[in-house]
């Protein structure tokens, strides 16, 4: 009997078995409860919602690439900026959905339904702009009140963001849609109506390098149009590659103030500056004025700004620096004088009486001081600047070697920054008479050729570089605004090495001639150019006063009375040090009046920033102190 008893250790066993095939049962019936209810009883209404949620493409713009100026600081970058969109495929309730937006935004009435039609086709699942940039304050309170707003949503995009404003804004360029006639271009196959790209200045110039590559992502979205989990699928965009100019950030904000702070005198703050590193053909300053603030063209320029940019007679949308040519005064003596002294027709001994007038071909042609300067040489007639001095023997010289010479420097060629159309100068001679009017050259017009008036029209930049070659011993240097192209983490893919450069036929002995004619402008008793000065600096320059109507026009008038469009335009081209030159200058002022009160100070403001960087202008004030 005790074998067929069950011992006290089995029992337990059997319970836990029992225990556990309940929970398993238990189990079951609750899976099986749950499919009858998602099955039967929920069944029609989850059909419903799955069928209403939709995988939706949305596309990732890429920020566009850094714009850095020679020391590595930042001119162009990107930012957050926070867009107000609806889908109106997913729009409910519109007239209160748009009302309740407009309470939320503070802008009620203004036309938030804009650009929102019926919702018909595929373009119903387009988001369509409601607001743009919206402020942190905005932004919380729509994103507070969304998901009560089907079809409203927010988004964020790199936004081009110029950190210093109008900044060298005609050199960076601007950004904006691509328009039709773009997208015909073999250069830009692969973009799509709607995408961003540089229209003008860097911005186009470097846009492949600049634009970066766009990514994308699709989400589930449900029948609101909210998203729905994680994304099914991500790729990155990303982001261009930057750019390092030759500019140096502080030489051209000197200039860009120098500017500003011109003596309005009835007329608009209008010209040029720019400023060559005579070495290497380096742009360390480019300025034009009036100007603009390329921020505004980042997010689609309004139709108002627009107008009033175009509509502006002064047209600050232009580059003076390069698009527009202009007779360049007496800072062309300077290549007269290279020319003079190259052919023989003067020595460095060479003189002129000068009463104050030239009387050549039954004409009197006036010096601009009414007295005249006595008996002048080559360096009293560049200090002074003697126009009698230049009309004899520029006449002597002739036409057409005297246009060869002007041509060596540089002038009448483009520059070839690729920054924009460039206007290409003049410089007159017989042939280009006979082709232009079909009419032989007068000698009288040598005669005011040889003081910068006549046809002759020079472009800021290309004084510059024609200053620069006086500087550097007669290399004409193309110049140089970008250094190196860099990837987004500062790898450098491509560089772009300084010219070589072209000499110019003019010995080094010769050129030393006019560079001391130069220098008595600036540091010389007497010189039109003293308010160039740099405290322990030797500058050579020379000041322009360009005629634009005729004398006659503005006789009896003083300054102040004369007409903005008639007052002459003022020039100042310059280098420095004298002794073994680094940078040269151009200042335009357009209708400036005298070079030497309204161009010569903004370039001596431009060279004492550029030697206060290397802590030469207090070396200089100390050991004058100390002496």
């Not at 151009?586 to 161009?599: D, I, K, L, P, Y």
Request: with cysteine; proline share 5%; hydrophobic share 40%.
């Amino acid at each position: 009997m005790s074998g067929s008893h069950l011992t006290g250790s089995e029992y337990p066993i059997d319970g836990r078995l029992r225990l556990a095939g309940m929970l398993i049962l238990l189990v079951l019936v609750v899976f099986l409860v749950r499919l009858f209810q998602l099955q039967i009883l929920e069944g029609d209404d989850l059909r419903r919602r799955s069928q209403q949620n939709s995988v939706r493409q949305v596309r990732l713009e890429a920020p566009r690439g850094e714009i850095l100026d020679r020391e590595g600081r930042v001119l162009a970058s990107t930012r957050p900026a926070y867009r107000l969109e609806v889908v109106p495929a997913d729009l409910q309730d519109r007239d209160p959905t748009f009302a309740a937006l407009g309470h939320l935004l503070e802008r009620e009435g203004s036309g938030l339904t804009e650009g929102v039609g019926p919702s018909r086709g595929r373009g119903r699942f387009r988001p369509v702009v409601l607001a743009d940039d919206l402020t942190f304050d905005q932004l919380a309170r729509v994103e507070t009140h969304r998901f009560a707003m089907p079809g409203v949503q927010t988004r964020v995009e790199p936004r081009r963001h110029y950190l210093e404003g109008a900044l060298g804004a005609h050199l960076l360029g601007t950004i904006g849609e691509i328009r039709g006639d773009q997208l015909e271009r073999e250069v830009f196959e692969g973009y799509r109506a709607g995408d961003v790209i540089g229209q003008t200045g860097l911005e186009a110039r470097l846009e492949a390098h600049l634009r970066g590559r766009e990514g994308g992502r699709n989400i589930v979205v449900d029948a609101a149009g909210r998203e729905v989990g994680d994304p099914l699928l991500e790729v990155p965009a990303v982001p261009g590659g930057r750019v390092v100019l030759s500019l140096d950030l502080d030489v051209q904000k000197a200039a860009e103030q120098a500017f500003d702070e011109l003596p309005a005198d009835g007329a608009r703050r209008m010209g040029a500056a720019v400023a060559l590193d005579v070495r290497t053909g380096d742009v360390l300053a480019l300025v034009s004025r009036p100007s603009f603030d390329p921020n505004s063209f980042s997010g689609g320029i309004d139709a108002a700004s627009w107008k009033e940019l175009t509509s502006d007679e002064w047209d600050p949308l232009q580059n003076r620096a390069l698009q527009n040519h202009y007779p360049p005064g007496s800072t062309h003596k300077a290549l007269v004088a290279a020319a003079l002294l190259s052919e023989g027709v003067v020595g460095p001994h060479s003189t002129v009486f000068c009463p104050g007038f030239y009387r050549f071909g039954g004409r009197s042609y006036r010096c601009w001081k009414a007295g005249g300067h006595g008996t002048v040489d080559l360096i009293g007639a560049l200090r002074e600047s003697c126009d009698v001095y230049f009309y004899t023997y520029g006449e002597k010289l002739g036409i057409d070697k005297l246009a060869r010479y002007v041509s060596a420097f540089g002038i009448g060629r483009t520059s070839g920054l690729g920054i924009g159309t460039e206007a290409p100068g003049l410089v007159p001679s017989s042939e280009w008479k006979r082709r232009r009017f079909g009419k032989p050259w007068y000698p009288g017009e040598t005669v005011s050729a040889s003081i910068g008036q006549g046809f002759n029209l020079y472009t800021p930049m290309q004084l510059a570089v024609a200053y620069a070659a006086l500087a550097n011993g007669g290399t004409v240097r193309e110049p140089r605004l970008v250094l190196r192209l860099e990837s987004q983490d500062g790898i450098t893919v491509k560089t772009f090495p300084s010219a070589e450069g072209e000499p110019v036929p003019v010995t080094r002995a010769r050129l030393a001639l006019v560079r001391r004619g130069l220098v008595a402008v600036v540091e010389e008793r007497g010189g039109t150019g003293s308010r160039a000065r740099v405290p322990g600096i030797r500058v050579a320059g020379k000041t322009g006063t360009a005629q634009v109507v005729r004398l006659e026009r503005n006789e009896g008038l003083v300054d102040g009375e004369i007409p903005v469009r008639h007052r002459d335009h003022a020039w100042f081209g310059a280098f420095a040090p004298a002794d073994a030159p680094e940078i040269a200058v151009a200042v335009f002022v357009e209708h400036g009046m005298h070079g030497s009160s309204a161009a010569a100070p903004i370039a001596g403001r431009i060279l004492k920033r550029y030697f206060e960087k290397q802590g030469r202008v207090a070396e200089a004030a100390l050991a004058a102190e100390t002496r």
